[in-house]
């Protein structure tokens, strides 16, 4: 399996974000596209991908509205339509262990996180309308399984009440979230995810629901240790988070763009270190050098001065060390200074 950062606190100090590939139901219900979903999205380069684990009679009635922007068929119908069986759960799972990522769910009933359980999930994922439901967070921090939860539709109140459901299960992350769909860019809210960090003393990421890379990228910059982004083999998928997706050519770029930001971040220089800068350094600074023909005996004045590439002599900088000194042979013009012309 792929490093998984959930088993203990994950670091700004990694050297790459753990990217969440988030494929919901956007298989709409086919077993072989999940699968064929799971290698997609691995190829890209992500760390894991994540599953919506619906039991229709379990989570919902059925005459439940839909949301504004999924309005196709009632929600318990598409539920029911778009699920699998344990043994298909099972499958997926071991085709995700194949493709080198992790395994992860959101489980949106206790019957879901049972199954889930059986079925050997790798960590668990809650979504930002579950937030609020404090028996299924309690139930789920039974398992001491990592568990990373949105924070989208939440106040801070429920948010606290949330947290403190979930303290004594497994490592918990907070991702920043808006619950809309698609995000403009002045509603991405970073400055949460960072208050989150401050108020609970966790780790934390953002799910994204914009349709570019810059805010999961100036997420990572500001110390998101997880990143996720909903993900389809294309936007004119039927489905209620198809549209809203990346698909693989964009996602691809996006994990190599925040790989890289990871790596960049991870990586601290040194700046009194200028081994690797000595071939730049003789080819770019200035020596001093005569600025005119030089008699000896010439007692060392500042227009007597010039500053002048390569590097390789008496560095510019020191040409206060020269003011008043002599030179004991006659000089010409562009003559590079070294302490042989001094007395």
């Known amino acids: 399996m792929s490093t998984n950062p959930l088993n203990s606190e994950p670091k700004l100090s990694r050297a790459s974000p753990y990217i969440i590939a988030e494929i919901g139901s956007v298989h709409d219900g086919s077993f ?78 206790q019957e879901a996180i049972d199954l889930l359980e059986d079925v050997g999930v790798t960590a668990y994922k809650i979504p930002s309308g579950e937030v609020s439901n404090i028996p299924l967070l ?84 500001l110390g998101a240790s997880i990143i996720e982004k909903h993900f389809a083999f294309s936007r004119l998928m039927y489905g209620s988070d198809a549209k809203h997706s990346m698909e693989p050519e964009e996602f691809k770029q996006l994990c190599k763009e925040l790989k890289e930001v990871g790596r960049v971040i991870a990586s601290p220089v040194d700046k009194d270190d200028l081994s690797s800068l000595s071939d730049m350094k003789l080819i770019f600074e200035k020596s001093i050098v005569a600025a ?37 042979k006659s000089l010409p013009r562009d003559h590079k200074f070294s302490q042989e012309d001094f007395a």
């Not at 009635?61 to 196709?72: E, G, I, R, V």
């Not at 303290?167 to 907070?174: F, I, K």
């Open 32 to 109: 072989g596209n999940a699968c064929r979903l799971i290698e997609a999205a691995a190829a890209c380069g992500c760390d894991a991908v994540k599953f919506q684990t619906h039991i229709a009679e379990a989570e919902t009635l059925a005459n439940a509205p839909s949301p504004s922007y999924f309005s196709a068929e009632p929600r318990s119908l598409y539920f029911k339509r778009t699920g699998f069986s344990k043994d298909q759960w099972r499958d997926l799972a071991s085709v995700a262990m194949a493709a080198n990522v992790d395994f992860l769910s959101s489980p949106f009933s």
């Open 138 to 221: 309690e139930y789920l921090s039974l398992t001491r399984k990592p568990v990373i939860m949105s924070s989208g539709m939440s106040s801070w109140s429920e948010l606290d009440a949330a947290v403190a459901s979930l303290r004594e299960g497994g490592p918990l992350t907070l991702l920043q979230c808006t619950s809309a769909y698609p995000c403009p860019p002045e509603r991405v809210g970073l400055n949460v995810m960072l208050l989150m960090r401050e108020r609970y003393g966790l780790p934390v990421g953002y799910s994204d629901h914009t349709m570019g890379f810059a805010a999961p990228i100036a997420a990572v910059a």
């Open 292 to 328: 005119i023909e030089l008699p000896a005996g010439t007692e060392i004045a500042r227009h007597h001065l010039a500053f002048k590439k390569p590097g390789d002599g008496i560095p510019a900088a020191r040409y206060q060390d020269l003011i008043g000194r002599r030179v004991i």
